[in-house]
C-alpha cells in the first residue's frame, strides 16, 4: 500500500545516491592510482635506458624528453670495442628491479639476457623479442610501447645500441610486468569494492530502519483515523513528541473535534425534533379518536385544537429551517436608521392584544445591519414578553448606543426567569415553566441569538422575579456620533 510505497522510495534514494557517490568515489581514486603508475612505470624504464647509457659512456644529459627523440639511442659509448661487447656490458651491469626483465638483442635476435636472475623473463615470452625487434628495425630512436599477448601484459622501452664502427645493432630491451605493478592497486580496490558493497547494505538495512520508524506516527495516524467512523467519533489519536507528524496528528484530531460536535448537535437536533413532533401528532390523534362525529360542538372543538396544533408544528418547520439556514447564511447588512427601526417594531407589537406597549427609547444612530433579521428576532422577544408576561402589564421596547455598539431591547414585568434557567433558554428546544405553562417550540431564542451572532453580536438578558429585559447587543463598527441618544 502506499505507506510501504513511500519506505521503498525512500530506501531506493538512499541506496541509490550511496551507491553512485561510492562508485564516483572510488572509480575517480582508481583512474588517479592507475595513471600515477603508468608514470611511474614509464619513469623507471627510462632510468633504467639512462643507467645504460652511463654503462656505455654515453654522457650527453638526458633532454627530459628522451622517448621517441632521435638523440635518446644509446649510441655514443665509446667504452667497449663492439655491439656485442658493449650490451653485454649493459645487460650484466644494470640489475633489473622488481617486476622487470631485460634482453640485449643484437641484429634482432636474443643475445644476453640479464646477467643476475630477474623476476620475469622477456626471452621466454612468445613473440616479445620478436616484437620488439621489428620495431628498431629502423632508426634509432628510444620507443616506449606496450606488449599484450597470452596472459601477459608488458610495458617496455627499447634503446638501439651500437658501437662506433660496429656494423651490428644492437638492441637494450627493458620491461615491467604491468599486471603485477597493478597487483597492490587491484588488491586494494577490490578490498574497497567489499566495504563499499557492505556500506551500501548497511546503509539500505539503517534507512529501512529508520524509514520505518518515520513512517510510523503516519501509519498510526491512518489506522487510528480509518477506525473513525461516524458511529465511534470519540476516538483521539495520540499525539507523540512534537514534529510534523504531530502537528498534523493534532489538526486530524480537531477535524475529530468539530466533526463529533458537529454531528453530535445534529443527532439531537433530529432527536429533539422527532420528540417535539410526537406531542402534537399523539394530541391530534388522540383527539380525532376519541370524538363523537354526531357531536358538532365536540366536533368544532377538535377542529380548533388540531388546526391550533398543526399550526404549531408548521412554525416548528418553519423555525427549524430558519436555524439550520442561519449559519450558511450571510445577514443582509444595510446601514439602518435605529429609531426608526425602534418605532417600526412598536408599531407591528402594538397590534398585540393584552398589553401595555411602550416606546421607552430610540437610539439616533445608524447601524450597519439586516433590517429583515433584526425585525425577526426583535418581534421575538416581543412574543416572548406577551407570552410569559400577565396580561394588561406594561412591555417596554426601545433602543440604546453603548461604547462601539447598538443594544436593542425590549422589558416586561413578567414573572421573569429562574435563577440558574439563563443558559437553558437559549438551547433548542430549551424551555422553562415561568408560571404561565410551556407553550412555545423553545426554538424563538435561539433563533435570536444565531442572528445577532451572523450579525458579531449577543444577546443578553437579566431578570428578576419583578421582570426580564432582554437586549441584543450589535456592534456599531460605523461608530456614528448622532445626538439624541436614549431620549423617549
Ligand atoms: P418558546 O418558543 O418556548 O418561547 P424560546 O426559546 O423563545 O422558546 O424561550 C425559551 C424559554 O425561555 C421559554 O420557555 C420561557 O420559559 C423562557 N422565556 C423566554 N422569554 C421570556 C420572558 N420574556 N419572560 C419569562 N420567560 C421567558
Redesign the pocket.
Known sequence: MGLSSVRTRILVSIIGVAFVGLVFAGGAAYLVQRDRIAHAVDDRLLQRVESARAVVGDDRPDSGDAVGSAEAAVTHGGGYATTRDALRGVLERIVPGEHEGALGLVDGRVAFVPGVASEIHLESVPGFAERAAAETVEGDAVQLGTFVDSGVWLRYMTAPLAAPGDPQRGVYVVALDLDAAHADLDAAFTSYAVIAAGAVIATGLVGWFVAGRLLQPVRRLSSAASRITVNALDERIPVHGRDEVSRLTETVNGMFDRLDRSITSQRRLLDDVRHELKTPITIVRGHLELLDPADAEEVRATRELAIDELDRMAELVDRIELLAELPDDAPAVEPVDVAALTREVHAKSSVIAGHDWVLAATADVVVDLDPRRITQAWL?LVD??A???PEGTPVRIGSSRAEGAVQLWVE?E????PPGAEAR?FERF?????GRG?????????LVEGIALAHGGRVEVS?SSVG?R?VIILPNDRGDRADGGDGA
Open positions: 421575538q416572548n414578553a407570552k410569559y408576561s416586561d413578567g414573572p421573569g426567569i433558554i430549551g424551555r422553562v415553566n415561568t410551556i407553550r412555545g417550540s423553545g426554538l424563538g431564542l435561539p431578570s426580564s432582554f
